[in-house]
């Protein structure tokens, strides 16, 4: 089951990585908020048109429920907004760095609720993935500072709000064991978030909303479906301390898709080295 969970783990980060490009597609005609609520409405449709085929609707009675409500505030409500604002701000480079902290916010509510075993070895294999997720973007490239220090607020929170809901999903599907399930609801309640949030009389200023636009946030709504549905199966197969750094590889993933789609970036050594540390630090925590 490990190979299984850590397979999902790495196609959810494949597709956060794709989400990072459709949103910065998106948000050079369309505002964060209105692409956040774009994206958002098409997982939760999504989601809800497939629902009679897997889902138990008496589940809505389990009081376990809460908890898929309770992180669908976080996340991708939450999650996704931060990450929009700071791809706007900061550019998808930084987010996808700061991305890559998400498991090191997963891991303390996965051994203290989960008693998850976290030991010197997994340690070790954490501080690789990271340390090589965030030199992976930021290693060798001198990126001036035109924003002000209170912006690295965003993908910061962006990271946390995605690391600290893993460790407590799992915990509801050991109850209520679907992935679909728990991702409809969490879609479902971040949807009413973002409707409120955008809602407010501050946010109604400076809307922008495009069709192409629209359409590249539709896009993002079913990379995020398709992410969270992954991210949320590869939970319930495995240990959130093996999921989470492996679902974390964004950056790694953004960087193969600029080389193989994109053409920006040519492959050198500091990417093999990457590479290696990505693939020391996964092989610690698979055999911790």
């Given at each position: ?26 948000l050079a005609d ?33 009081p ?15 999650s ?49 993935i ?26 910061l ?7 600290i ?16 399930f ?23 200023k ?59 970036e ?23």
């Amino acid at each position: 089951m490990n190979i299984v969970a850590a397979l999902f783990a790495l196609i959810a980060g494949a597709f956060f990585a794709l989400t990072v490009f459709a949103q910065q597609r998106g948000l050079a005609d369309t505002d964060g908020l209105t692409g956040a609520r774009y994206s958002i409405g098409t997982m939760t449709i999504c989601l809800w048109l497939v629902s009679p085929f897997f889902v138990d609707y008496g589940w809505f009675s389990d009081p376990i429920v809460w908890i898929f409500v309770i992180t669908g505030i976080l996340f991708p409500a939450t999650s996704q907004t931060m990450q929009i604002f700071s791809v706007q701000r900061l550019g998808p480079t930084l987010t996808s760095a700061l991305g890559g902290l998400a498991p090191v916010f997963a891991v303390i509510p996965a051994i203290f609720i989960l008693g998850e075993v976290f030991n010197f070895q997994a340690g070790l294999g954490l501080g690789l993935i990271v340390f090589a997720m965030i030199y992976s973007t930021i290693g060798t490239q001198k990126m001036p500072r035109d924003w002000p220090i209170w912006a690295l607020a965003l993908p910061l929170g962006a990271s946390l709000a995605r690391g600290i809901t893993q460790p407590f999903t799992k915990l509801g599907m050991l109850e209520i064991p679907s992935p679909i399930f728990a991702t409809m609801v969490q879609a479902s309640v971040s949807l009413v978030v973002i409707f409120l949030v955008s809602s407010l009389p501050a946010n109604r200023k400076e809307r922008r909303i495009a069709t192409k636009g629209r359409k590249w946030f539709c896009v993002t709504g079913l990379l995020i479906t398709c992410g969270i549905l992954s991210l949320n199966w590869a939970i319930s197969l495995g240990d959130v301390l093996l999921v989470a750094p492996i679902a974390s590889l964004v950056p790694l993933w953004a960087l193969a898709f600029n080389v193989l789609l994109f053409r920006v970036e040519t492959v050198g050594l500091r990417h093999l080295g990457v590479s290696v540390l990505v693939v020391l630090g996964v092989s610690l925590i698979t055999l911790r």
